[in-house]
Nanobody, 127 residues
Framework: QVQLVESGGGSVQAGGSLRLSCAVS???????????VGWFRQAPGKEREGVAVIDDLGYTNHADSLKGRFTISRGNAKDIQYLEMNNLKPEDTAMYYC??????????????????WGQGTQVTVSS
């Protein structure tokens, strides 16, 4: 059972930066059971939106609208993923979720593709 724990959310002024972390446990890499980890966000009254995803080989996919400001990466131990968020805007305010899918065959930004979810961490950007 894959478990995910997010951290790093908080309040920041517009133009600031935050780095979110997602600690992954309960998974052991095998070639036939690939893992992808994605970041999603959901603002009040809006649908959940895919932000970025990384697979266990380190390949990434970012939402076009967030490229250049948001970057997904992982630690050397591969059991922690990061979402670096720069030049934050008030419209980035949302609950941010880490999600995982096993087995993974595509780096999808669709939330329906993922079968494990963390509890989320709140990001609030003030103007």
């Amino acid at each position: 059972q894959v478990q995910l724990v997010e951290s790093g959310g908080g309040s920041v002024q517009a133009g600031g930066s935050l780095r979110l972390s997602c600690a992954v446990s309960g998974y052991t890499y095998t070639h036939s059971l690939r893992l992808c980890v994605g970041w999603f966000r959901q603002a009040p009254g809006k649908e959940r939106e895919g932000v970025a995803v990384i697979d266990d080989l380190g390949y990434t996919n970012h939402a076009d609208s967030l490229k250049g400001r948001f970057t997904i990466s992982r630690g050397n131990a591969k059991d922690i993923q990061y979402l670096e968020m720069n030049n934050l805007k008030p419209e980035d305010t949302a609950m941010y979720y880490c999600a995982a899918v096993v087995p993974c065959s595509i780096r999808s930004l669709s939330s329906s593709y993922y079968n494990y979810w963390g509890q989320g961490t709140q990001v609030t950007v003030s103007s």
